[in-house]
């Protein structure tokens, strides 16, 4: 079984820096791939960003250049380092782990206001 827990959400201005992170419980964290889906209110969930077990990464086009996904085997921990946030960012950001067993997280709520 696999637990996924985020944290690290909350209110900033648009321009500022979140770092969100991702506790994984169970014993398949290292074998498997871990992204970042994000949901805006009235939209479908969207991949954001995705990291292989091996470490290579992927983002969706709407943040490449602004957030950075990383992952700490030792910790159980995946993060999202998010940069430069618009106010179109905005969104429920959720941990999603896919390999022997799947999991999705609780969600951590992310606004981007002035």
């Known amino acids: 079984q696999v637990q996924l827990v985020e944290s690290g959400g909350g209110l900033v201005q648009p321009g500022g820096s979140l770092r969100l992170s991702c506790a994984a419980s169970?014993?398949?964290?290292?074998?498997?791939?871990m992204g970042w889906h994000r949901q805006a209110p009235g939209k479908q969930r969207e991949l954001v960003a995705i990291?292989?077990?091996?470490?290579?990464?992927n983002y969706a086009d709407s943040v490449k250049g602004r957030f950075a996904i990383s992952r700490d085997n030792a910790k159980n921990t995946v993060y999202l380092q998010m940069n430069s946030l618009k106010p179109e960012d905005t969104a429920v950001y959720y941990c999603?782990?896919?390999?022997?067993?799947?999991?999705w997280g609780q969600g951590t709520l992310v606004t981007v206001s002035s």
């Open positions: 999603k782990s896919s390999g022997p067993v799947s999991a």
């Open positions: 990291i292989t077990s091996g470490g290579s990464t």
């Open positions: 169970g014993p398949f964290f290292r074998i498997s791939a």
